[in-house]
């Protein structure tokens, strides 16, 4: 009775481990099964022998310290120093130049199993440039690669919310990530600068549209290439920018009537890009000790550049009270511009020198009555002070020829089609 209850719970427990082992078994792929069915039978069937399963590749990335020698790199990645050099003579026979190599370098290091010498090597030299290095028999060969970039067009826009650099932010950081939605914010302020001042001009609720090339690196890297239209609608009045080229005009970009872009004044002494974003644009230092107070006060770093918004014959250079350093400058129609509380004057400007538009004038500073950095700027007209946005509102530049009016009209019509284009890539027709 008992002997019988033994055999029993061995069957059961044979019976339930077969279960078991049917039923975690790895998936046999169907011919496997088909050949091991076949085993039995006499007749003799070809054999089919499955592929050896390929052994995954073990890959990982390691980065070239700072002072580390390629050597030691090569030993983290499990390479001999006897390899080491057939790999170091490979690589310089194909573009390494073991002299100059970056620290932070992205080496891959591929390998057939975890703790095998690894049989590739792929240094990446830059975003779009890297040696390929494999192991055979013979030892270590090297090869270039050049990737390519490639250039698309695409369309972005949106609402201003609260600046420009907020609004590149918001709207185009996914089809300009990193610093490229930077790179964008300057392009446009830089195209826009003697209509628009970014750094002041810009209200909630103002929107912003441009077709823009850029270039993408292998690695996902973008670039802004060049804008090729934009426009912003601020307080409800559109200023829009094509670029063309132009055979007869110096300039790159029209507005929609086919006039250069450019004026006979920008409409802000410091450059958009050296605004900070983290200034603002709603600055406003507390000088109510000073009452002759009547101009702009632009926030930036001490040593910023302050640029000549317009040609002009410099008036004086020196100290005045309240202004710290002071500099005047004197334009044609009457005009004369005043920049305060600077830490010093660019080299040869003093009374009586000429300067030119964008030049370099002065930097920067908290001298006079400031309570911070920042550049104190003022607009007279007719001896009496203006408000600079009201002043400075340019009267449209230089008309193209009617010669390349045609021309110009079809482009402008591509590109207004492409900026109603919804955000993202978009082609544009080939002219
Ligand atoms: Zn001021």
Do not use: C
């Not at 069957?11 to 792929?29: C, D, G, K, M, N």
């Not at 950081?173 to 990193?178: D, E, K, R």
Request: overall charge positive.
């Amino acid at each position: 009775m008992k002997k019988l209850a033994i055999r029993a719970t061995t069957y059961l427990v044979v019976a339930l481990l077969l279960v078991l082992a049917l039923r975690f078994t790895p998936e046999i792929p169907d011919r496997r099964a088909a050949d091991v069915l076949q085993q039995g039978t006499p007749v003799a069937v070809s054999r089919v022998v499955p592929a050896p399963a390929r052994t995954p590749i073990v890959a990982r990335t390691e980065h070239l310290g700072r002072g580390e020698t390629l050597t030691a790199l090569l030993k983290r990645a499990g390479i001999s120093e006897d390899a080491a050099f057939d790999v170091i003579r490979a690589a310089t026979a194909s573009a390494l130049n073991t002299r100059y190599l970056r620290a932070g370098m992205p080496v891959e290091v591929k390998s057939d199993s975890a703790g095998e010498t690894p049989r590739e090597l792929v240094f990446h030299l830059g975003i779009d440039r890297l040696v390929r290095l494999v192991r055979s028999d013979s030892g270590w060969k090297g090869s270039e690669e050049r990737l390519a970039w490639k250039t698309d067009t695409v369309a972005v826009g949106g609402t201003i919310h609260a600046n420009l650099y907020q609004a590149m932010e918001e709207q185009a950081a996914a089809m300009f990530p990193g610093h490229a939605k930077d790179e964008l914010a300057w392009a446009l302020a830089d195209i826009f600068e003697y209509k628009v001042d970014m750094s002041r001009d810009l209200q909630g609720g103002d929107r912003f549209r441009a077709l823009v090339e850029r270039d993408v690196a292998p690695n996902g890297a973008t670039r802004v290439h060049r804008v090729l239209a934009a426009s912003f609608t601020l307080s409800g009045s559109e200023t829009s920018a094509f670029r063309f080229e132009s055979k007869q005009s110096s300039a790159s970009y029209f507005d929609a009537n086919g006039k250069s872009l450019r004026a006979q004044f920008l409409r802000a002494p410091l450059e958009f890009r050296r605004i900070s974003s983290t200034f603002g644009n709603r600055y406003h230092p507390i000088l109510g000790r000073w009452k002759a107070h009547k101009g702009t006060d632009y926030a930036a770093s001490p040593g910023t550049p302050v640029r000549a918004i317009g040609d002009a014959t410099v008036v004086r250079a020196g100290w005045a009270g309240g202004y710290g350093n002071m500099l005047e400058l004197r334009h044609r129609n009457g005009y004369v511009t005043r920049y305060g509380h600077l830490r010093g004057f660019a080299k040869g400007i003093r009374a009586g020198a000429r300067v030119e538009i964008g030049q370099t004038v002065a930097y920067v500073g908290t001298t006079g009555l400031s309570t911070g950095p920042h550049l104190h700027f003022e607009v007279l007209v007719g001896g009496v002070q203006r408000d600079s946005r009201v002043a400075l509102r340019s009267t449209s530049g230089e008309p193209l020829t009617a010669r390349e009016r045609e021309a110009f009209d079809h482009l402008r019509a591509q590109m207004l089609a492409s900026l109603d284009a919804a955000p993202g890539v978009v082609t544009v027709a080939q002219r």
